[in-house]
């Protein structure tokens, strides 16, 4: 009877199972997939339907509101997507853009708008209907009928401090459905709630100061009929902010501010997009990029794992740099394919192909070229192919500029090189040439060297303060021009040299006495190419009147960058000890040298480096004689045609003699009746001025 029992028993437990298979083979197929989306335009918004294959359940669809620009999110869980349904798509009405995601676990539609909107979801079955209407044409808690508006309560509101510095505000409202508008004002976040109040018993803002957070503190108001939410915030930052369900999310991040930056930053162009995915494949997040840029990716068999995106208006090639620096992979672009791998397969790529290009070399035939050099002498390029004086670089030799097998020859007598080396470095030495071959800009220099009284360079400098008066005067600048009032003749020359304008400063090139004391330099102080003239015309009025005396006018030329002396003087001679009770001549230089190497800048002005020496026969003396020196060494930067007064030396002598009648001359008060004092104030003064112009085919102007 037990036997029979349990055999009953199990022909049942056989027949419950076989009938509830289905059900449970179903039961593990739960995941639903999204089939369909269909998009319906009114004159009140628009409403999106998408069609499941199962139900959609309210718990399983989570959403949330971003704002500038504004977006709307939804995340289905345990959902799929068809494969027939189109990824991204442009829409019009409220709607640009309408993208899906996917990853395995869930489904992301996010929908990029023109303007802030409300919605709503309705579920109908295997239905989802998504309303959306503009923000303006909604009120918040209005039955739609035209009564009056409900005005809603904000009654809570939260900070928290993140571990990196982070703040985060939360704020809630009254339903999802609250318009809200946030936006950066200079260093504060404003978010404005319409329709709404804050609560008499929100808690007061604490003290902000000792959290290490960019937020110095926060403050909410009524503001017309809604609230506003000010954020003030200090420092260099950024912000994010989004709405999920009923909570408004503001997020403030630190930035750090790098006072240098070594190597030049990557610039970003890529169209801007948000990604928000938890827990999602790399090669998923990688597709996902593709189709929103449209380029062609191909992921090797290393990129692998998992990750987590949040990203927000990033520019489409920075979200796949962070995606390659967070999982140690890197990126080659060959043709219009972007290879990604790992770091360490594509630095191993990259090793066997310079190995097979240095195998190539060492079987690529040899070409030998011949260089005719039109403006350098070849044997300049001694030292740069390092070639000896009498004898060519050898094969093998060490030299960055031909490869292991090249060698080069100089040929003085010609002025040509003969390199013998692969294609590709023939073809570097080539370039190189076309840039360093080619011809030398020049310089004229002109020095005048003047020896004056103080009355000469005081003069001076009130005539260059009454041309200010009438006409622009530049000191350090070319943009200006200068003219003189010092007569009707100079007046006329330069009455086309400038426009007439405000008075401007007056300029004394000499530095006045301070106390009593007499400053020992001149200041450095330029003037403009129109200014030389000038000088040229003051300079020899002055000579005339016995004022002052132009020493030497010494005019030379050299090249860009190349140095050049010119020296006038005489040798004099003077007997020196030789040994052993002999004496021999020897000779002294008292001469006028002016040495200067110019610089040519891009800007068309000219650097000069000026070493002078005016030197001059001294006193007589047991040794011989002396020599007096005056020596100027400087760095100035003048404009093209400009002038400069790179210095001055100054000599003040004085001397006092008194004559006197011997015994009535000593008589005390009545002896000045037979005393003559003569005091002598000697002051001179040496001026040097340089006028550097540009010449050759590269010359300004």
């Not at 999982?327 to 672009?333: H, S, V, Y």
């Not at 009032?485 to 405000?502: C, K, N």
Request: with cysteine; net charge neutral; proline share 5%.
């Amino acid at each position: 009877m037990n036997i029979q029992l349990a055999r009953s028993c199990a022909r049942r437990i056989i027949a419950v199972t076989l009938l509830l298979l289905p059900v449970w083979v179903w039961a593990a197929d739960a995941a639903n997939r999204l089939e369909q989306i269909e998009s319906h335009q009114d004159e009140q918004g628009e409403a999106l339907q998408l069609r499941f294959t199962r139900p959609p359940q309210a718990g399983q669809v989570r959403s949330f509101m971003m704002f500038n620009p504004p977006r709307l999110v939804l995340d289905f869980a345990e959902t799929a997507l068809a494969a027939d349904i189109a990824r991204w798509q442009d829409s019009s009405g409220l709607v640009l853009r309408r993208s899906l995601a996917a990853d395995g676990k869930r489904t992301r539609l996010q929908l990029d708008l023109k303007a802030p909107i409300t919605h709503n979801l309705d579920y109908h079955d295997r239905i989802l209907r998504i309303t959306l209407r503009r923000a303006a044409a909604t009120t918040s808690g209005g039955s739609g009928g035209g009564g009056p508006e409900v005005i809603k309560v904000i009654d809570t509101i939260s900070f928290e401090p993140g571990p990196a510095g982070q703040a985060r505000l939360s704020l809630g409202l009254p339903s999802p459905h609250t318009r809200v508008d946030v936006r950066r004002m200079g260093q504060r976040i404003v978010a404005d709630i319409a329709d709404t109040r804050p609560s008499v018993l929100l808690p007061r803002a604490p003290d902000l100061a000792s959290l290490a957070t960019p937020v110095a503190g926060y403050r909410i108001m009524r503001h017309g009929r809604g609230t506003r939410l000010v954020i003030d915030v200090v420092g260099n930052w950024r912000y994010g902010a989004f709405q999920s369900a009923d909570r408004l999310h503001i997020e403030i991040t630190p930035q750090p501010r790098l006072a240098m930056q070594l190597e030049p930053q990557p610039q970003y162009r890529g169209r801007p997009l948000s990604l928000g995915f938890d827990d999602i494949e790399v090669r998923t997040a990688l597709q996902l990029l593709a189709d929103f840029t449209g380029q062609n990716i191909v992921a090797s068999d290393s990129v692998k794992g998992r990750m987590s995106l949040h990203l927000k208006d990033v520019p489409a090639d920075q979200a796949l740099d962070i995606i390659l620096q967070t999982r140690g992979l890197d990126m080659r672009r060959e043709a219009g394919i972007t290879w990604i791998a790992s770091r360490e397969e594509i630095l191993l790529r990259r090793r066997h192909e310079l190995e097979q290009k240095a195998d190539i070399a060492e079987l690529e035939p040899l070409q030998a070229e011949v260089f005719q050099l039109n403006y350098q002498r070849a044997d300049s390029f001694r030292h740069a192919f390092g070639i000896g004086e009498k004898e060519g670089v050898r094969p093998g030799a060490r030299n960055a500029l031909l490869s292991t097998r090249g060698s080069a020859l100089v040929d003085a007598r010609t002025n040509q090189l003969f390199v013998t080396d692969t294609h590709a470095v023939l073809g570097n030495i080539r370039k190189l040439l076309a840039r360093v071959d080619v011809a030398a800009r020049q310089v004229v220099i002109e020095a005048r060297i003047v020896e004056a009284d103080d009355s000469f360079s005081r003069n001076l400098g009130v005539k260059l303060g009454l041309a200010a008066q009438t006409h622009r005067l530049a000191i350090g600048s070319h943009h200006d021009a200068v003219a003189t009032a010092t007569g009707q003749a100079a007046a006329a020359e330069f009455a086309d040299a400038a426009d007439t304008v405000a008075p401007a400063p007056a300029v004394n090139l000499p530095a006045l006495a301070l106390a009593g004391a007499q400053p020992g330099t001149f200041a450095f102080t330029l003037f403009n190419a129109a200014a030389s003239r000038f000088l040229n015309i003051e300079l020899s009025a002055l000579e005339s009147d016995g004022r002052g005396r132009i020493v030497s006018s010494p005019r030379l030329v050299t090249a860009d960058q190349q140095p050049a002396l010119i020296e006038q003087g005489e040798e004099i001679p003077y007997q020196q000890s030789a040994g052993n009770g002999a004496t021999s001549t020897a000779f002294k230089k008292a001469n006028l040298k002016l040495e200067v190497t110019p610089h040519i800048t891009p800007d068309g002005n000219v650097i000069l480096n000026v070493d002078v020496n005016k030197d001059s026969r001294g006193t007589a003396t047991p040794n011989g004689l002396a020599i007096n020196t005056k020596h100027v060494k400087t760095q100035v930067q003048v404009e093209n045609g400009g002038t400069v007064v790179i210095g001055g030396i100054y000599t003040k002598i004085e001397t006092e003699r008194e004559t006197r009648v011997p015994l009535l001359g000593e008589i005390p008060l009545l002896g000045r009746l037979f005393r003559h004092n003569a005091r002598v104030s000697d002051k001179t003064e040496m001026l040097i001025f340089l006028t550097p112009r540009i010449v050759g085919r590269d010359a300004p102007g």
